[in-house]
């Protein structure tokens, strides 16, 4: 089976807020494609790996490629611009305007984002509540507007942080068929999960982050040999 090229690929990256040391040498690497998993206790430094990918921590050292290009030197629009999604677990929706006012208020950071109808495709949640303001969605129809605002904008490379946190089992299964049909469209999605119920099945690996350091990585056809090791891992 040939190899896909990275789209992500993350070497001895170290980040600070502050004088607070975070990461401690994180690597990682993510190939066209492919959905993975970072997954850790609270605390354990998965968010701001994400945030230090896209340059959002004060200071960061190490190796960061996106599409083979060192972006360790941009700022973080023009990372954004070189097709990359970021949905916090905040979420950031902006709550006096309408669901649809939400999908058009956007800037354009990639080629071919989704149009509306192809959201509403996707969520039918969102086409129901189209003319609804932010502040009358449910954390459900909020997560799923986050998630449908980034597709618009035509990033391939979707960082997702915590998006189950709080939300109905039936939501999280929605979510979860949403990932697998971005995933089957080319998608490449690092997502950070405390579920990982819903995580197993969507990934194909595992890496488990303690004290700002990658310290387990595992793949999806390994998950079940290795499920006493990752309950040990990840017990609170």
Known sequence: MEKRSPMLRVRGLNAWYGESHILHGIDLEVAEGEVVTLLGR??????????????????????????GQDVM??????????????????????????????LKLLPVV????????????MFPNLKLRA?????????????????????????????????????????????????LQLRSKGYTIVLV??????????????????RGRVIETIHGDELAGKQELLDELLAV
């Open 131 to 179: 003319k609804s303001p932010g502040t009358r969605l449910s954390g459900g129809e909020q997560q799923m507007l986050a998630m449908a605002r980034i597709l618009r904008t035509g990033a391939k490379l979707l960082l997702l942080d915590e998006i189950t946190e709080g939300l109905a089992p039936v939501i999280v299964q929605k979510l979860g068929e949403v990932i």
């Open 73 to 102: 030197g941009l700022p973080e629009h023009r990372i954004a611009h070189l097709g990359v999604g970021y949905c916090p677990e905040e979420r950031g929706i902006f709550a006096g305007l309408s669901t649809e006012e939400n």
């Open 193 to 210: 999960e405390q579920n990982f119920r819903f995580a197993a099945p969507l990934a194909n690996r595992h890496y488990v982050i303690e």
């Open 110 to 121: 990639g080629e071919n984002g989704m149009s509306i109808e192809e959201i509403y495709e």
């Open 42 to 67: 609270n605390g354990a430094g998965r968010t701001t790996t994400l945030r230090a990918i896209l340059g959002m921590t004060d200071r960061r050292v190490g190796e960061v490629q996106i599409r």
